[in-house]
């Protein structure tokens, strides 16, 4: 891949991802064509906006199988756990349980919402590099108020049997909510399938721009929340002393949103949706794992387009910017999930993962990379 003039392997999707063509021009084209505030005029220009971002909804709607008033669009993954995290209530006596894989967007929030309502923060554990389902079982219980799990972790490319989650949190009356931020881009996701309350994801690491996300929730469980923000947009009435609110997803959205990343947004929604091929991405991880595999520790599961790993006796830093160096992008550290580092007992994990752009040549050249950077660095 060439960008900006330099032959690049760009193999750090998880983080975020490139952008096709069709998005930036549809970025650049609504700029040029349709640029104008939403809700708020009867001008032709302001209803062209209007209309780009109410297709932006469908768009995302049609990529999870939801219903269009059932995307709220937030700035990502992150912004839709604060969002629940303020909106639902919980009480002293609650519990919230979540899983030793969770990214820290799944982490920080509830143990915010908990120090504020006095409910308590519940792990599931692992099971070597599994949610132990069975300990699940015994955690989730009548006092369980939210189950909220990550489908594909960032750090062990695990795909979390999440339907079963969300049978669990259904069985005891509590919200389930899936961080789908390493799902959605790369498989199909249907929330009516999955029978989930809340799923959560990103816009850029889907080939859309930065600063937009979604928040799916049940229509239904939605219309009971109260709002996140205050402001325009979000109201229905507004008198001196009160007001009353939109309907969903707007009581959701307060304030002029990101219309022009909606745009974007709902192009790649589209476009990962023709494209999108796990059991392709799965076997370039593959590829790689096949040939690196006798000098690494692998750290996580085969599952998904997610490669970990560290190296004995090599500092991953180190690697990281020899990769670097040789034009390979790749992630290290703890990725945003210090406590299951910690629970694993690893500082600094070097992460490939790819997306549908990739090639097995790459892979090839990866592994060339990754042999010469530990021939040096050990
Ligand atoms: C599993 C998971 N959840 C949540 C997030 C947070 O996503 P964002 O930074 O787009 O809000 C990430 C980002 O890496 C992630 O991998």
Redo the contacts with the bound molecule.
């Keep these: 891949m060439i960008i900006a003039g330099e032959n690049i392997v760009y193999v750090d999707n998880?983080?975020t991802t490139q952008k096709p063509q069709c998005v930036i021009n549809a970025i650049v084209d609504h700029y040029k064509g349709s640029n104008a505030n939403v809700h708020r005029a009867g001008y032709e220009l302001a209803n062209r906006a209007t209309l780009a971002y109410a297709t932006a909804r469908s768009r995302v709607a049609e990529l999870v199988n939801s219903d269009v008033n059932e995307i709220v669009f937030t700035?990502?993954?992150?912004?839709s756990i604060n969002l629940l995290s303020r909106s639902i209530k919980l009480k002293p006596g609650d519990e919230v349980v979540v899983s030793m894989m969770e990214?820290h967007?799944?982490i920080v929030p509830w143990q915010e919402a908990c120090k504020r309502s006095g409910a308590t923060l519940k792990f599931i554990p692992l099971n070597g590099y599994r949610l132990d389902l069975e300990a699940a079982k015994k955690i989730i219980t009548k006092k369980t108020k939210i189950v909220s799990v990550?489908h594909?972790?960032?750090v062990l490319g695990v795909i979390n049997d999440v339907k079963q989650l969300v049978d669990l949190a259904r069985n005891v009356g509590a919200y389930s909510i899936i961080?789908a931020?390493?799902s959605v881009p790369h498989m199909n996701v249907d929330v009516k399938d999955l029978g989930c309350d809340f799923l959560t994801f990103?816009s850029?690491?889907m080939c859309g721009p930065t600063g937009i996300?979604a928040l799916y929730g049940k229509l239904h469980v939605l219309e009971t929340l109260d709002p996140f923000q205050y402001g325009g947009d979000m109201i229905d009435t507004v008198t001196c002393q009160d007001s009353t609110w939109n309907r969903v997803p707007h009581k959701f959205e307060a304030g002029t949103p990101a219309i022009e990343a909606a745009v974007g947004f709902g192009v790649a929604a589209q476009y990962v949706k023709e494209r999108y091929d796990p059991s392709r991405e799965n076997g370039l991880i593959k590829h790689l794992y096949g040939q690196i595999e006798a000098m690494i520790n692998l750290v996580g599961e085969l599952d998904s387009s997610i490669l970990s790993f560290t190296v004995d006796n090599v500092n991953m830093y180190d690697l990281a910017t020899y990769l670097g160096l040789k034009g390979v992008c790749v992630r290290v550290g703890h990725?945003?999930a210090m406590p299951l580092c910690e629970s694993l007992g690893v500082k600094a994990v070097l992460r490939v993962s790819v997306y549908m752009n990739n090639t097995i040549e790459e892979m090839d050249h990866v592994a060339d990379c990754i042999r010469e950077g530990v021939k040096k660095l050990c």
Aim: net charge neutral.
């Design positions: 998880a983080s700035r990502g993954c992150t912004e990214h967007a799944n990550v594909i972790s960032n961080d931020a390493q990103s850029h690491k996300g990725h945003c």
